[in-house]
């Protein structure tokens, strides 16, 4: 009798397993969706507190060689690691170059002007940006006058962010949202032009190879710059924010990003940047006291908009397929 009950309890355990593998599988876009704009919204607040006591293309050139080792490290032992083909090269290159060292280079230096609010909401431009650099680049990709309207409204949700001005145009905050909107731009090209290759490297591997690039570029930025690592202070909130971003941002996130990139395209996997905003939001409140103002919650407001004119029934898919 103990047997039977045992065998049912065994029998019932892997059927719940079975049905919860089933719903992962169902809900995978969900999934990777939800992960990437968790781990990205906290990677904002994280680069706030990293810059503060190193300069800000120093910190993302370390980011990115501690991402590499540990990609290229799993991927070499994984056995799937070199690039064999001239697709895999061309891909590793705008990947490092374009996604990695332009973006989040761009994204650091602003942020020392800006807060990591702000920063997030006109990263939130990434899918709007995406729309017309897709429709250039992509011949099937076509343009809706709904895609004009929203580019328009993205646009015009970041100046209300910004709130420019003729006697504020080259004040910190104004300055660190245009770094912050060449990060948009390169992170949007370099996502289409991502989606056209078709690499046989893994998305670990590639994201490996295009960390060592990206962060090799931003040592010699920083060279340029006169960045010099004398000039660290090391602090132990500031080598919290190196792991986060170097790990759970650039080997977690950024690996999800690209198989997220791989299964719906460039322009569904950029709406994660109109919800992580909404993250950094929160958790700079939570974690640094980052006052939040009516300014930046209505610049976020309009962006969304920008966003879900165009891209509604696409964002209905991806967080549930059918």
Do not use: K
């Not at 990609?71 to 032992?77: E, N, Q, S």
């Not at 060279?223 to 602090?235: A, K, P, Q, V």
């Not at 170097?246 to 940047?273: C, D, K, M, N, Q």
């Not at 929160?282 to 930046?296: K, Q, R």
């Amino acid at each position: 009798m103990m047997w039977i009950r045992w065998l049912e309890s065994a029998e019932a355990i892997r059927q719940q397993f079975a049905r919860t593998r089933a719903f992962g599988e169902r809900c995978r876009g969900g999934i990777l969706f939800a992960t990437v704009t968790l781990v990205m919204g906290m990677g904002y607040v994280a680069i706030g507190i990293g810059t503060e006591t190193v300069p800000p293309t120093v910190l993302a050139a370390f980011r990115f060689d501690v991402s590499a080792v540990v990609l290229l490290t799993y991927a070499v032992l994984s056995g799937h690691w070199r690039p064999r083909t001239t697709v895999d090269v061309l891909a590793i290159i705008t990947l490092g170059e374009l996604v990695f060292a332009g973006t989040i280079g761009f994204l650091f230096v602003g942020q020392q002007y800006t807060t990591p609010s702000i920063a997030a909401v006109v990263m939130g431009l990434g899918p709007i940006v995406t729309i017309p650099i897709a429709y250039l680049l992509i011949p099937s990709e076509r343009l809706s006058r709904a895609d004009i309207v929203g580019v328009l409204l993205g646009f015009f949700g970041v100046a209300i962010v910004a709130n420019p001005s003729p006697a504020q145009a080259a004040t910190g905050a104004n300055v660190g949202v245009v770094f912050v909107c060449c990060a948009v731009l390169s992170s949007s090209l370099g996502g289409v032009l991502l989606s056209r290759f078709e690499t046989e490297l893994s998305p670990l591997a590639l994201t490996g190879w295009g960390a060592l690039l990206g962060g090799a570029t931003l040592h010699l930025v920083s060279i340029g710059l006169g960045e010099s690592t004398r000039t660290i202070s090391w602090t132990p909130a500031s080598i919290v924010a190196l792991v986060y971003l170097a790990v759970v941002v650039g080997v977690g996130g950024y690996t999800a990003l690209l198989v997220l990139l791989s299964e719906i395209g460039p322009t569904r996997s950029s709406l994660t940047s109109f919800v992580s905003p909404i993250v950094a939001i929160g958790a700079g409140w939570l974690l640094v006291g980052e006052a939040v103002t009516v300014t930046t919650l209505v610049g976020l407001v309009v962006v969304v908009v920008g966003f879900a004119l165009p891209n509604w029934s696409s964002f209905r898919w991806t967080l549930i397929p059918r």
